[in-house]
């Protein structure tokens, strides 16, 4: 079972970009499909993006349409989020996330999670 790490998390101010990088541990890594996921304090997680084994389908979370992109790279075993225009409420703890169960912006249908890396977006 691939393992997940997360990377890329800062202090940035409103407007800048970040890219987050999620790192799976093996080769099987194209046999998932991937999401991110984000929960700052107080709320519940929520959906970020969503991508399937060959970027084939997108999702993306309304809040982040048009400012967020998902992709991937399977021969690097890498998933990434590119994050622009950020928002003082995007901060959050952003996570990864795999399933094998088919594509799905639910997160309880996610088997595998990454340990979750902090973006901080200031006024």
């Known amino acids: 079972q691939v393992q997940l790490a997360e990377s890329g998390g800062g202090l940035v101010q409103a407007g800048d970009s970040l890219r987050l990088s999620c790192a799976g541990s093996?080769?099987?890594?194209?046999?998932?499909?991937m999401g991110w996921f984000r929960q700052a304090p107080g709320n519940e997680r929520q959906f970020v993006a969503a991508i399937t084994r060959f970027g084939n389908i997108i999702d993306y979370a309304a809040s982040v349409k048009g400012r967020f992109t998902i992709s991937r790279d399977n021969a690097k075993n890498r998933l990434y989020l590119q994050m622009n225009s950020l928002k003082p409420e995007d901060t959050a703890v952003y996570y990864c996330?795999?399933?094998?169960?088919?594509?799905?912006?639910?997160?309880?249908?996610?088997?595998?999670w990454g340990q979750g890396t902090q973006v901080t977006v200031s006024s």
């Open positions: 996330a795999a399933t094998t169960s088919g594509p799905t912006t639910s997160g309880p249908r996610y088997d595998i």
């Open positions: 093996e080769r099987t890594f194209s046999m998932y499909n």
